[in-house]
Nanobody, 121 residues
């Protein structure tokens, strides 16, 4: 089992920045960030694998950056130039399989509780 704990959500104005963190209880191979807005399906935002290969949703490319700190078993999502459309509950996820970065929710076995991000215009 892997426990994941997110932190760093909050409320910002359009154009602002936030950094989300996700601490894992043990090492994992592939990590992802997802988000879900009310009435919408869960959407893959960014993913990183153990080789530091990354993948991003088109909607966040150039604005969001995923990274990881192996020593701390923690990975991050730096979110810049935030827009109201980024408002959602953000979830971190992890898998102990390694197939490259993955933006599909069904790939992941472990999920955090979520942290709310609200961007006002």
């Amino acid at each position: 089992q892997v426990q994941l704990a997110e932190s760093g959500g909050g409320s910002v104005q359009s154009g602002g920045s936030l950094r989300l963190s996700c601490a894992a209880s043990r090492p994992t191979y592939t990590m992802g960030w997802f988000r879900q807005a009310p009435g919408k399906e869960r959407e893959g935002v960014a993913s990183i694998d153990s080789d530091d290969s990354t993948a991003y949703a088109d909607s966040v490319k150039g604005r969001f950056t995923i990274s990881q700190d192996y020593a701390k078993n923690t990975f991050y999502l730096q979110m810049n130039s935030l827009e109201p459309e980024d408002t959602a509950m953000y979830y971190c996820s992890a898998s102990r399989e390694s197939w490259g970065p993955v933006l599909t929710a069904s790939f992941y076995d472990y999920w955090g509780q979520g942290t709310q991000v609200t961007v006002s215009s």
